[in-house]
């Protein structure tokens, strides 16, 4: 059995086909690229972001009416995935502007679809959500982000941090207070281009060790939107980003399980061809023990985020499976990578392997769609009505 055989076998011959493609894509050139990235302090070129639109992939579920593949969400966790083992960051950020086009596709209007839809689908335009604020991230009751109703559209006033591929989009999906004619306030979203209009500046946030990320500051100032970038009316913006926190977080954990998977095997390789006092490593018993941990663990990870992916995939409540998941799968990961590293000894943080690199990476997990604080508290909440005496029917 395969490490991810229990998710292939739910996916479709065409979602099997589009898996092996990602693979094939994110082997070679793709793959020395963002090693060679990493260890010159830089992000990877954008030319794999353009050859990734060119191959189809930010259309991976978009509908097929409008180019796209219209994969199920267990297939973008497998593409995910396979491009997870290569590098966490760049699986983070590409499989980022992926969403944007689903959410458009599935969602849009058709003034939407039209202004929108094929520049992101083949990657002309580069969308990614903004949600996060310099005073406040999970906390929205800190948004100051402002939408001001005008003559044929809207003025976008605020500061939006943290924008994964924030350096190079051209478009975000952001959440805005709009005022009411009572005077208080609801939040909205909005497709918000922007191109290089002098109306908006960016500042990019330096992570040494992430640069993949291309994280980056995106500061509005009067910047106007069209009528028809209003994507959720105010008052249905919040619901409608809660819903897919889930599935976010689950897609997170995934990346974790392929990178610490990654990890596992090069450690393994390595350690196996590697002699000391005349044995390979592998048959010290005490390093060998520490590495069984690590295989344990991630396969726990596994089987925690295949559950939690399964009930996204199939549209069931999974609010605490998505929390359990990426809390667990993060915490393994960061652990489980830095593990391999000190298996393989001082070679092991080395430019020479990739172990380095996924371990400065894989710890920005635990920052995204909700810290573990968070996550332990919503399960928490929730161990009532999931394992209490009522659920189990005693």
């Given amino acids: ?10 996916l479709t011959r065409q979602e099997l086909d589009l898996v092996a493609e990602a693979q094939a894509f994110c082997a070679g050139g793709f793959s020395a690229e963002l090693l060679t990235s990493f260890r010159k302090g830089r992000p990877y070129s954008e030319q794999w972001i353009r050859a990734w639109a060119a191959a189809g992939f930010l259309g991976l579920q978009a509908r097929k009416k409008h180019g796209g593949h219209e994969a199920s969400y267990l ?135 992430a640069m993949s990320f291309r994280l980056g500051r995106v500061i509005f100032e009067d910047h106007f939107v069209p009528s028809w970038a209003l994507f959720n009316e105010p008052g249905q913006a919040l619901k409608s980003s809660l819903a897919a926190i889930n599935a976010a977080r689950v897609h997170v ?50 089987s925690l985020v295949f559950k939690a992916a399964r009930l996204v995939n199939e549209g069931k409540p999974s609010l605490t499976a998505a929390a359990q998941a990426k809390k667990f799968a993060v915490d393994t990961a ?17 430019g020479s392997h990739r172990l380095a690199m996924l371990l400065s990476e894989v710890r920005l997990s635990a920052y995204g769609d909700g810290t573990n604080e968070i996550l332990v508290d919503r399960i928490g909440k929730g161990l009532v009505k999931e394992y209490g005496s009522q659920e189990q029917g005693v």
């Fill in 334 to 350: 960061i652990w489980g990578v830095d593990q391999c590293v000190r298996a393989m000894g001082a070679v092991g943080a080395t």
């Fill in 1 to 10: 059995m395969s490490f991810y055989e229990q998710y292939d076998e739910l």
């Fill in 75 to 209: 297939c973008k966790v497998r593409v995910a995935q396979t491009m997870a083992e290569h590098g966490f960051a760049a699986a983070f950020a590409i499989n980022n502007l992926q969403n944007a086009v689903t959410k458009l596709s599935r969602s849009g209007t058709q003034e939407q679809l039209d202004a929108l839809l094929i520049p992101m689908r083949t990657g002309a335009v580069l969308s990614a959500p903004a949600m996060t604020e310099p005073a406040g991230g999970s906390d929205l009751s800190a948004l100051t982000t402002t939408a001001r109703p005008v003559n044929g559209g809207w003025l976008i006033n605020g500061t939006k941090d943290w924008v994964t591929n924030g350096m190079v989009v051209g478009c975000v999906s952001l959440l805005a207070k709009v005022q009411a004619p009572d005077g208080t306030s609801e939040i909205a979203s909005f497709l918000t281009p922007f191109g290089n209009a002098s109306s908006v500046r960016r500042a990019e946030i330096d992570v040494p060790g």
């Fill in 253 to 302: 954990a995934a990346m974790c399980v392929a990178s610490l998977r990654a990890a596992l095997r090069e450690a393994v390789d390595y350690c196996e061809v590697r002699k000391t006092f005349g044995k390979p490593l592998l048959e010290h018993q005490g390093l060998r023990w520490e590495l069984a941990e690590v295989a344990i663990r991630l396969e726990a990870a596994n």
